[in-house]
């Protein structure tokens, strides 16, 4: 009885670490194993900064539900997404005023679909191929922080 029980218990951990292991970046983010600069949350969706930001501000919005290409997504759901994005991205403006904030979808690297939102002054601020900021964890804390209280109002 004793060794079905060890058993048992070994399969549902191989289970729960094969879970984990199989989990995203982002979604580990989202469950808060992974820490992250918060900017926004809702029940269904999540955005947070971006660690290597083209522009202070570049913020990422994801799904909570785990899906990698962003046209995989229902039209719901991709919907829903577009529309929390806008109101992210009206967050971003009012936190770091702007000419207008860029829209971008690549997800080569991480795939778990999502949003890049980006303060704009000029189009070379939606180059994703010009050296990153190298921002202080203290600046991308009141980064994000700004943009919550914004989001939140
Ligand atoms: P993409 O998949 O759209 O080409 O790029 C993924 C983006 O996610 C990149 O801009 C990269 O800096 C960002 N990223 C990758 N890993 C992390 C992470 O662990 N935390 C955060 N905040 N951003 C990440």
Same mark, same amino acid.
Do not use: W
């Given at each position: 009885?004793?060794?079905?029980?060890?058993?048992?218990?070994?399969?549902?951990?191989?289970?729960?670490?094969?879970? =984990? /292991?199989? !989990?995203?970046?982002?979604?580990?983010?989202?469950?808060?194993? =992974?820490?992250?600069?918060?900017?926004?949350?809702?029940?269904? #969706?999540? @955005?947070? &900064?971006?660690?290597?930001?083209?522009?202070?501000?570049?913020?990422?919005? *994801?799904?909570?539900?785990? *899906?990698?290409?962003?046209?995989? &997504?229902?039209?719901?759901? &991709?919907?829903?997404?577009?529309?929390? @994005?806008?109101? *992210?991205?009206?967050? =971003?403006?009012? /936190? #770091?005023?702007?000419?207008?904030?860029? !829209? @971008?979808?690549?997800? &080569?690297? *991480?795939?778990?679909?999502?949003?890049?939102?980006?303060?704009?002054?000029?189009?070379?601020? !939606?180059? #994703?191929?010009?050296?990153?900021?190298?921002?202080?964890?203290?600046? !991308?804390?009141?980064?994000?922080?700004? =943009?919550?209280?914004? #989001?939140?109002?």
């Amino acid at each position: 009885m004793r060794q079905l029980y060890n058993l048992i218990t070994l399969k549902l951990k191989t289970q729960s670490y094969k879970h =984990i /292991a199989a !989990m995203t970046i982002f979604s580990k983010i989202i469950a808060g194993e =992974i820490p992250s600069y918060k900017c926004a949350e809702n029940d269904k #969706f999540y @955005a947070f &900064l971006d660690i290597n930001p083209v522009a202070q501000g570049h913020t990422l919005v *994801v799904p909570k539900h785990e *899906v990698d290409y962003i046209f995989d &997504l229902s039209d719901e759901e &991709l919907a829903e997404m577009t529309v929390f @994005a806008k109101h *992210v991205a009206l967050a =971003i403006q009012r /936190a #770091f005023p702007c000419r207008k904030v860029g !829209m @971008a979808v690549l997800g &080569l690297d *991480v795939n778990h679909a999502h949003i890049h939102l980006i303060p704009l002054q000029s189009e070379g601020d !939606m180059d #994703f191929r010009k050296p990153k900021l190298q921002l202080s964890a203290e600046v !991308m804390q009141q980064t994000a922080d700004k =943009i919550l209280k914004e #989001f939140s109002k």
